[in-house]
């Protein structure tokens, strides 16, 4: 949005009128100053518009919240905006009275973001695709916040090991940023979520952990041993912490290097043990994911390039597994055993979100080279 600047005139010819009725009337200066009514006061909405186009989105809602407060009567392009933030926090429930006023108005938005109504039949799909509140005893909802449209074995096991979770979420932020927690059993019902959630076409759902959200098809993560499935949804969870964490200390789209984003999520998914068989767990999960390197390095060229891990298409690739396990062991190799070391995530977020330079956030946490560590541990399998 383009800034006032004000005409330009040189110092002396500014002074000379305001001089001269100096010289003249001591009272000239009041009557040659104009009251100019600040920014805010001329323009109230103009915080929330630079908030929300800026990527701003808990400001923007802080904004329009302050609008009401000082009794202002918001425009419908507020309303708007004001809910396109609670959407793209993942709060569709608060975004649909918003968007109502904007479609009473008959508001079109700029640029290439959707009509009101296309999004309020986005919030009505998603709405129809929520599954109903879960009872987890003994879980604090104001930290984790579950939802589940059954309670079958691994659903119910899942739910069962929230309270861990939450647990394992005060270890490591002390106040954990709250998220809901939204299950599935099954691919259908799963993917019709991530359809009601997505103005793209989505052909499979997703179990993953985004801000303020966490979306799991037990399908898709059913594996032999259930300790696994509950790591898995763990894994997911601390996908979720870390982007709610950033989002509501720094208000903006902080992009973590894959390597890293996938490695700490692994590294936490070991603490869904019950605390007294962590150690036991995480000494067998670390010898499986060497063991793991060991037979994909049998059978193809040397291991991925450091390089090739920070950036998502390059990590998803064909060496998928091969990279989610050297991800999930250079964590530990920076980090250390998980107990003490995940405490340290916060301050490790902190510095990737002011230097936006990962190896200075490594070096700056642990002191170490995290490119160095990474040709150590690939020349150790």
Known sequence: ???????????????????????????????????????????????????????????????????????????AEASYLAGWAYCS???????????????????????????????????????????????????????????????????????????RFAEVGRAIFGNPPPVRFFLFAEEPASLSFSQALSFKPVEKSHTTGVVNMVHICAARIRRKDEDDVVALALHETTHAWLASYLRAKYDRSVRLPTYIDEGLAGYVSTLAAPPQRVAEREKRVMEERRERVREWLAQHPGPTEFDELVSYRDFHSDRNSLNYAMAALLAARMLGPVEAGAPKIPALLDALALSRDHEAAWRRITGKDVREEYRALAAEL
């Open 1 to 75: 949005m383009p800034k006032f600047r004000p005409p330009r005139k040189s110092a002396a010819r500014a002074w000379i009128p305001l001089a001269l009725g100096l010289a003249f009337c001591p009272g000239a200066l009041a009557r040659q100053r104009p009251v100019v009514p600040s920014p805010s006061r001329a323009d109230p909405e103009k915080p929330l518009r630079q908030a929300v186009y800026g990527g701003h989105d808990l400001a923007g809602v802080r904004e329009y919240d302050a609008l009401i407060a000082a009794g202002h009567q918001p425009s």
């Open 89 to 163: 926090l993942h709060w569709p429930e608060k975004a649909r009275p918003l968007m109502r006023l904007a479609q009473d108005a008959d508001y079109s938005p700029r640029g290439d973001r959707e009509a009101p109504e296309e999004v309020l039949s986005k919030i009505d799909e998603y709405e129809r695709a929520k599954p109903p509140a879960a009872q987890v005893p003994g879980l604090d909802r104001a930290l984790i916040d579950p939802y589940s449209d059954s309670a079958d074995e691994s659903e119910a096991r899942i739910l069962a090991a929230l309270p």
